[in-house]
């Protein structure tokens, strides 16, 4: 599975591939003079203006829902308005000679085929992700009766994952809670917890403020945070 940091990276590499594909492509079909070799520079103003639209709409991210109807809409409507920068680009704002020039028809058929391409492996990479995050557990910390509220929050809206309880008013060495089914730890074992699970851990969700921690908690919460696992306020969660 492709590590988390790595994803951006990797969605950016196709991103350009798919863009000197497409543009050579459209080109040939069209008949338009070429736009030269696979690595022309050229190309590199159409990749920026791409990228562009794709990160102002959390395309680059993985905790982005690639899956929903809205993001599918969105990333459409981020291409057409890259074909519509890109056209005005070309056309008002570079004086020289430039190969896109040739065809205006390139530069749209190009950005149009570029938004069913870009999205198959956005929503293939955002399966993989799903399946993933399924294994991965979620820590929950607050006191006794929050972790219970919890846990009916969690069968109320069907959540699959496993969520490791910690409550803050708990016994120093108490473990494993008399309710049956919640596993539950003091918040002295909060730390070994992060450090056993380490990034398997999806997120850590605060019922209150982390100003109520321990100190040495806090700091590794922080330091979890920092690695790649976010720690969520119960409303941010939500």
Not at 117 to 144: D, H, M, N
């Amino acid at each position: 599975m492709i590590r988390r940091r790595l994803a951006p990276l990797f969605l950016l590499a196709l991103d350009f591939a798919c863009l000197v594909v497409a543009f050579h492509a459209i080109s040939w079909l069209r008949g338009s003079p070429g736009i030269g070799a696979f690595d022309n520079p050229e190309l590199l103003p159409p990749f920026a203006v791409l990228v562009l639209a794709v990160y102002l709409i959390d395309g680059y991210s993985t905790r982005t829902d690639m899956l929903s109807l809205a993001y599918t809409s969105q990333h459409a409507i981020a291409l057409l308005a890259s074909m519509l920068v890109m056209l005005l680009v070309t056309y008002v704002f570079i004086r020289e000679q430039y190969s896109l020039q040739s065809s205006r028809a390139v530069i749209a058929l190009s950005f149009v085929a570029l938004i069913p391409l870009t999205l198959v492996y956005r929503r293939w990479l955002a399966l993989r992700v799903a399946a993933v995050r399924k294994k991965q557990p979620i820590i929950f910390v607050g006191s006794e009766a929050s972790c219970m509220m919890f846990k009916e929050s969690c069968a109320n809206n069907h959540l699959e994952q496993q969520v490791l309880y910690v409550a803050t008013d708990a016994a120093a060495d108490e473990s494993v809670s008399p309710w049956v089914g919640l596993e539950m730890y003091s918040i002295s074992q909060l730390v070994a917890l992060v450090d056993r699970l380490g990034n398997q851990v999806e997120a850590v969700v605060l019922h209150d403020t982390s100003r109520d921690l321990p100190f040495a908690v806090a700091e590794r919460l922080m330091e979890l945070h920092f690695s790649g696992v976010h720690t969520y306020t119960l409303e941010l969660f939500h």
